[in-house]
């Protein structure tokens, strides 16, 4: 068995050695070296914007040590990282140790976002060239170092399985031995890549490296920390976003055994215990009065009202071709709908938890952050301190899904750690998690098209509104009303239409945060143009498939894949009554995806999807069993959200509380999942998040094919489709 | 008051109150990180352990009600024939993604092949459809439970 090692994060200390290591030329023995990831994807920047973004550490013994700029949460993003650096350096898997990326931001930003971070499904598609050029000059220093102590000539010396071979002579020396000798060696300016008929391990299936011991229990999560010493606490905070905390009667709670501490905050209060056992029980004996404040009787509906409204008005542009309006007037028919996409939880299986030791001049936490160098800034922040002296454990990630791209948490524990004497770990109940998640936020969007006298779509006009995620998290991104996340998905389809409006206006509702949430703007916007795209074909009495084919003559790479998906489905075959089926096609993270979707209605209203076939084109496959498993993971996540997802607002407070109320699809109800992948030489798409922004669409459809009713709004509401 | 547990074939005395769950005697007191919070309620099986081989919600098992019954958890269940199986199974056909249920999810599979050699979809969706995985690894799962099954009872 092979037994990887997941390193926690290097400190600040390991760092400056690090540092050091590399400005003394390797004074410790080593080859170290730092690689640049351009600042934005596929275009020129200039040298003095290159940033050394990540590490290759090679030691003496012989020891690969990759610095992982991205976090493991699921996405299988440890295996292929290092398929990218290996297959250059020339190196197995199994030889490789993993450790998580410090915060830096100069460091470790992810080059489509700018900042450290994982998300938005661009690992692969950041890294692919800068990484295996990594991986490259250093296999050629290698090289180098080892033709100089042999005097032979570089061309006759090769690498192959971490060590470098002399040709002619059979001669052979491993990297270990090399290491220190390869440091010395010039870094070469321009180095060539394999071609794709040369990779040995891009596009085989690689096992995870992270698989071991998350089948022992021996995996650690941020949840799983336990500095010496560490008491448990967990927390409840205002029921009412915005709420104060009034008083707070903690006389029952500190009489409990275990229990230690209660600490106040301005907004929450916590109790601290020898264990969460004690600390729940605490928990609910206090008695607190909450000052509610200003969103005391805010329910979902006001706020999807509001969003209504602002339909009403103009927006900002995202995209616009031709004459929409002219068109429209022109057009033989208008088919005209209104969404209505509702708030969600991503309910990851960790609940929100972080450890924090503060000792007044400095803090060191530990935490599973998508995010580090975020959480690191809020962390400071909050502990009234410098960044420098906030030291960051990074762990694996026990689903992120976008909510650990956020540092609440963290704030949250720092608030609390202020206050106690010690390392504390603070975990929420799944009751908190729940009712004080940062959610996907509400969407309405008002979209009309207009047909011509054959049904074919003329004229396109969408208006949406809802909040930007950006727009609070990354205030750069988004620029004159707009930015790339909010609309992707909205803009650029994969169809011909030729007269195209799309706006959008930004509303941030009241009394409920929002964030990111797995498949993100596609989340939203899929499910509204795959639907509407649906009602017009249905207006213009055409096959699905057929409707959607005939405007895809521009886009082969879309075309294909729905093609596949169609045969694999069996589309046009017949289904016995009560099951329908239904199609989504989309270009989203880079990556091309069709999926079809069977369902069964049932007299009661019931929908069971039986059958989903997706058939992706995301460019090169680094490791095909990471793209079947997220693809299957992504489908289910989009199944659970149109079966159950909905988080509603009454008076102010979140109504969900559980698993009870806030329903996940269990192994009973989840569909057979097929992936077809169009083989492609392409630079790679992502893959995270593409299954769960088509699924959705693709389930409404084949509702509609089954029973005739066409959902404009989600979850599915069963008692609208009773027989 | 001071309770005296068998966990995975070890004595131990832990002194907290009777109706302090399971999950929190093993996570935090004993720290045996392996065994997952998720809800507290039952709801999710992330907390799975065995209880005499039964697989049990350890977030509502109360220390109390343990008595003599032997535990086992995650870090353990290697050492008996089925879970050593689902173990092997789990890694041939890669089923952890984030992995945080999973040790639920083979503490649960562990328990049904221990019981029943040759499990149905419908078994195994009775038995698995108590623990959640918000990956959404069930194809996985179904697939490498079916896996360990066939595998040769020896080999474990």
Redesign the interface.
Known sequence: MIHHRIAPTASYADLSRRNFLVNSAMAGGGLILSFSLPFGEGKAVSAESFAPNAFIRIGTDGQVVLTMPYVEMGQGTYTSIPMLIAEELEVALKQVRLEHAPPNEKLYANPLLGVQATGNSNAIRGAWKPLREAGATARIMLISAAAKRWGVEIASCRADDGEVIHTPSGRHLRYGELAAEAAQMPVPKDVVLKRPEEFKLIGTPAKRLDAAGKVNGTAVYGIDVRPPGVKIATLVQSPVFGGRLKSVDDSAARAIRGVRQIVRLDDAVAVVADHMGAAKKGLEALKIEWDEGLHAVLSTQDIARELEQATLKAGAVAQKIGDAEKAMADAATRVEASYHLPFLAHATMEPMNCTVHFRGSECEIWVGTQAIARVQAMAAKAAGLPVEKVVIHNHLIGGGFGRRLEADGAVRAVEIAKQVDGPVKVVWTREEDIQHDMYRPYWVDHIAAGLDKDGKPVAWVNRFAGSSVIARWLPPAFKDGLDPDTTEGAIDLVYELPNFHVEYVRVEPPGIPTAFWRSVGPSHNVFVTESFIDELAAAAKQDALAYRRALLDHNPRAKAVLDLAAEKAEWGAPLPKGRGRGIALQHAFGSYLAQIAEVEVAKDGSVRVHRVVCAMDCGTVVNPDTVQAQIQSGVMFGVTAALYGEITLKNGRVEQTNFDTYQILRMNEAPAVEVHVVKSAEPPGGMGEAGTSGIVPAIGNAVFAATGRRLRRMPIDTGALKA | MAYNITINGTLRSVD??G???L???L???L???????????A??G?CTVHLDGSAVRSCITTIDSVGDSKIT???AV?STAAGAKI?KA??QH??????????GQ?MSASALLAGNAHPTDAD???A???????????????EAIKLAAQSPAREG
């Open positions: 907290v109150d109706d302090t769950p999950l929190w005697v996570r935090d007191v720290g045996m990180t392996g065994t997952k919070f998720g809800c507290g309620m709801l999710c992330a958890t995650i870090e290697g173990q789990w890694l890669e089923v952890a993604q984030c992995g945080y249920c999973q040790s083979i195994i969706d009775d698995m459809s108590g623990n959640i995985c918000r990956c959404g690894t069930y194809v996985r799962i179904r």
